[in-house]
């Protein structure tokens, strides 16, 4: 698999339910970037987390970080409609560029 | 709350004819990169930017490509002779202080087709 792989490629779910989506990557990173992105729109920021970290929350938002396994993963808690995007990884190894995974589309059903 | 901005958000251009993306990234930001991304397809790094000069870039970045931070504000990205490959969604992202560890912001992209 390349730098950052998501899992699953698509992930369906009732609201209020919990999303996990799954990253994978091959080499030593500095830190990995989850972004979200609705659909043909921009990329937002939701959560960075250092290769010295973890976890890390933020407000229904859980990340969580093994090293020794290269992997992360994004919890949405008690997920929305509003949830509804693509979920993309992004890996920072030591220079400026990002490298980005395939993305997880996610979908919340009302 | 402080967001990057870019201009114009959708672009149609003739193959062959030169087109200028224009981004305003963060205003305390140094960092400064473009990506971008084909319909369907991955996220892609093209360049980054720092003290006034590139400081990496990929292969997709070839002499077709320059950019500019022609002023204190404005970082553009020139493609010289736009080719049907071209078409895709463009992003420009700044980072603040530490080019490694700190987060990447994107604007909301200038959706680039070549004809």
């Known amino acids: 698999s390349q730098q950052g792989e998501e899992d699953p490629q698509a992930l369906s779910i009732q609201e209020g339910e919990n999303a996990t989506m799954n990253c994978s990557y091959k080499t030593s990173i500095n830190n990995l970037q989850w972004y979200r992105q609705n659909s043909g729109r921009g990329l937002v920021h939701l959560i960075l987390?250092?290769?010295?970290?973890r976890e890390k929350h933020s407000g229904r938002l859980r990340v969580t970080l093994d090293t020794s396994k290269k992997s992360s993963s994004l919890l949405i808690t008690a997920s929305r409609a509003a949830d509804t995007a693509s979920y993309f990884c992004?890996?920072?190894?030591?220079?400026?560029?990002?490298?980005f995974g395939k993305g997880t589309k996610l979908t919340v059903n009302p | 709350e402080p967001e990057v901005t870019q201009t114009p958000s959708h672009q149609v251009t003739q193959m062959g004819q030169e087109v200028i993306l224009r981004c305003v990234p963060i205003?305390?930001?140094?960092?400064f990169y473009w990506y971008r991304q084909i319909l369907g397809q991955k996220v892609e790094f093209l360049v980054s930017f720092y003290n006034n000069e590139i400081s990496e870039k990929s292969e997709i970045f070839d002499d077709q490509f320059s950019v500019e931070r022609p002023d204190g504000s404005n970082f553009t990205l020139k493609i010289r002779s736009t080719k049907l490959e071209d078409s895709a969604m463009y992003f420009c992202a700044s980072s603040g202080l530490d080019r490694v560890r700190s987060e990447q912001y994107f604007g909301p992209g200038t959706r680039l087709t070549v004809t």
């Open positions: 987390i250092r290769s010295n970290e």
């Open positions: 205003s305390n930001h140094l960092y």
């Open positions: 992004a890996t920072g190894s030591g220079s400026e560029k990002l490298v």
